[in-house]
């Protein structure tokens, strides 16, 4: 069993930056592959960006390619999501998820655990 906590969000206005990060309870937190999604109001969940349980590797959505950066510390059982160059269509409630083995990492049914979302708000 996983518990995630998102913490970070805000208020920002256009062209500001902020950093997420998703805090684990456990001792497993390492073997774990992360994700960030977001939901807009009135939209459906969708990807942002993922990392494996090991750094090797990262995945981004192409709409924040160059402007997020997704990290991980296993020693602080933390995951982060450096978000520079925020747009208006940024703001929404984002979440952090962990998953075993995600080899589809844009597919949210591939995570096990997710944490309760924080607000991010981008003022134009």
């Known amino acids: 069993q996983v518990q995630l906590a998102e913490s970070g969000g805000g208020l920002v206005q256009a062209g500001g930056s902020l950093r997420l990060s998703c805090a684990a309870s456990?001792?497993?937190?390492?073997?774990?592959?992360m994700g960030w999604f977001r939901q807009a109001p009135g939209k459906e969940r969708d990807f942002v960006a993922a990392i494996r349980w090991n750094s090797a590797n990262t995945y981004y959505t192409d709409s924040v390619k160059g402007r997020f950066t997704i990290s991980r510390d296993n020693a602080k059982n933390t995951v982060y999501l450096q978000m520079n160059s925020l747009k208006p269509e940024d703001t929404a409630v984002y979440y952090c998820?962990?998953?075993?083995?995600?080899?589809?990492?844009?597919?949210?049914?591939?995570?096990?655990?997710w944490g309760q979302g924080t607000q991010v708000t981008v003022s134009s």
């Open positions: 456990g001792r497993t937190f390492s073997t774990y592959d």
């Open positions: 998820a962990a998953g075993r083995m995600v080899f589809t990492p844009a597919d949210d049914s591939r995570y096990d655990y």
